[in-house]
């Protein structure tokens, strides 16, 4: 992985270069090298470079819930009761609240 970021960052310093000298064209293949290289340097950061170990999975639309609605991840504490179960915290305290169009990345 390292290996191919500062392949990225070396085409960017290119870029960059090219931009001084005026081919202001080339600020599109800045913007996409800028947003490549930030995100296989937080697959990098989380441990999460051998994309054969991961699903990712879009969440679908919820039929019949008046046009909105999210998941939220509740721990079951291996419970069919739903009374017995209590909505993951993140460590901000906060609760996630997910809906159509996030993903999960699920380990195989």
């Known amino acids: 992985m390292e290996y191919v970021i500062e ?3 070396k085409e960017r310093e290119a870029i960059v270069v090219c931009l001084k ?3 202001q064209e080339r600020v ?3 913007q996409q090298i800028d947003q490549a290289i930030g995100w296989l340097k937080l697959i ?3 441990g999460l ?3 054969g170990k991961y699903n990712l999975d879009a969440l679908p639309y919820i039929e ?3 046009g909105f609605s999210c998941y939220r991840i509740m721990i079951d ?3 069919g009761c739903v009374e017995d179960w209590e909505e993951y915290e993140k460590k901000d305290g ?3 609240c997910l809906s159509l169009g996030d993903f999960l990345l699920v380990h195989k």
């Open 21 to 23: 000298n005026g081919e």
């Open 44 to 46: 990098q950061d989380n």
């Open 49 to 51: 470079d051998a994309a």
């Open 77 to 79: 504490k291996e419970s």
């Open 94 to 96: 906060g609760h996630y």
């Open 64 to 66: 019949d819930c008046g």
């Open 7 to 9: 392949l990225l960052r």
């Open 28 to 30: 599109r293949d800045l």
